[in-house]
C-alpha cells in the first residue's frame, strides 16, 4: 500500500525567512496531495492540496511543488510569521481506477517561527 | 455554519473498559471518517463511512474496534475492552463527497490508564 514519508520532523525558523517541508509517497497510483495544518489542540485544517496533473500551485504565501517522476511533494512558506507555528501534515491518495482510496498521512512537521 | 463536533473532549478510561466516542458531522456531509492520532505519529485512518454503503473498514486495528453511523448523520467509534495502546487522540472529518475536502472535528483525548 501506500506509505509517505515526511521530513524534517521540526523545523525552526526567524519570523520572515522561508520554510520548507518535503514528503515522499511509494504509490505511483496516488493522484491527489493536500497539506494540512493543525494548531495546538484542534483538527487539521486543509491549508493546500495539489493534484497529479498541475506541477505548481500556490496560494498567497504558500505554495505546493509536484515531482511524479521523483514521487515527491514539497510545501514552502515564504515571509513565515509567528502565526504560522503549527504542525503540518502531508497526504496522498491514490485513485482506483476512478474510485479514490483513502487519505496516507505523513508523520507530521512541527514548525515553529520565532519572533 | 457548525463545524465537526466530537464529544467528550477528554477521556480516561480504565484498562479493559469499553468507550464511545461521539461524531456530528456537517450537515449535507455525506462522507464521514475516523482516524487515530497518536504521539508524535500523523494519522491513522480507521474507517470510512460513505451514504448508506457498506463502511470501509479497512483500517480498524482490532475487532475490539467497531463504529456506525445512524441515519446517515451522527457517528459513534467504539473500542471496546480498552488498553494503554489504545491511548490517543481520535479524530473525525466529514466531507461532502469522498473526492471533496475533509473537515476535521477537534478531537478526543483518550487516556487508558
Known amino acids: 500500500g501506500e506509505n509517505v514519508e515526511q521530513h524534517p520532523s521540526t523545523l525552526s525558523v526567524q519570523e520572515g525567512d522561508s520554510a520548507v517541508i518535503k514528503c515522499t509517497y511509494s504509490d505511483s497510483a496516488s493522484n491527489y496531495f493536500p497539506w494540512y495544518k493543525q494548531e495546538l489542540g484542534k483538527g487539521p485544517q486543509l491549508i493546500i492540496d495539489?493534484?497529479?496533473?498541475?506541477g505548481e500551485k500556490k496560494d498567497q504565501r504558500i505554495a505546493v511543488t509536484l515531482n511524479k517522476t521523483a514521487k515527491h511533494f514539497s510545501l514552502h512558506i515564504t515571509e513565515t510569521q509567528p502565526e504560522d507555528s503549527a504542525v503540518y501534515f502531508c497526504?496522498?491518495?491514490?485513485?482506483?481506477?476512478?474510485?479514490?482510496?483513502?487519505?496516507?498521512f505523513g508523520k507530521g512537521t512541527k514548525l515553529s517561527v520565532k519572533p | 455554519g457548525a463545524g465537526v463536533s466530537q464529544s467528550p473532549s477528554n477521556k480516561v478510561t480504565e484498562k479493559g473498559k469499553d468507550v464511545e466516542l461521539r461524531c456530528d458531522p456537517i450537515?449535507?456531509?455525506?462522507?464521514l471518517y475516523w482516524y487515530r492520532q497518536s504521539l508524535g505519529q500523523g494519522l491513522e485512518f480507521l474507517i470510512y463511512?460513505?451514504?448508506?454503503?457498506?463502511?470501509?473498514k479497512s483500517g480498524l486495528p482490532s475487532d475490539r474496534f467497531s463504529a456506525e453511523r445512524t441515519g446517515g448523520s451522527v457517528s459513534t467509534l467504539t473500542i471496546q475492552r480498552t488498553q494503554q495502546e489504545d491511548s490517543a487522540v481520535y479524530l473525525c472529518?466529514?466531507?461532502?463527497?469522498?473526492?471533496?475536502?475533509?473537515?476535521f472535528g477537534p478531537g478526543t483525548r483518550l487516556t487508558v490508564l
Open positions: 497526504a496522498a491518495r491514490r485513485n482506483y481506477g476512478g474510485s479514490q482510496g483513502n487519505l496516507i
Open positions: 450537515s449535507g456531509h455525506t462522507a
Open positions: 463511512f460513505q451514504g448508506n454503503s457498506a463502511p470501509d
Open positions: 495539489i493534484r497529479s496533473n498541475v
Open positions: 472529518a466529514s466531507s461532502l463527497y469522498r473526492d471533496n475536502e475533509q473537515f
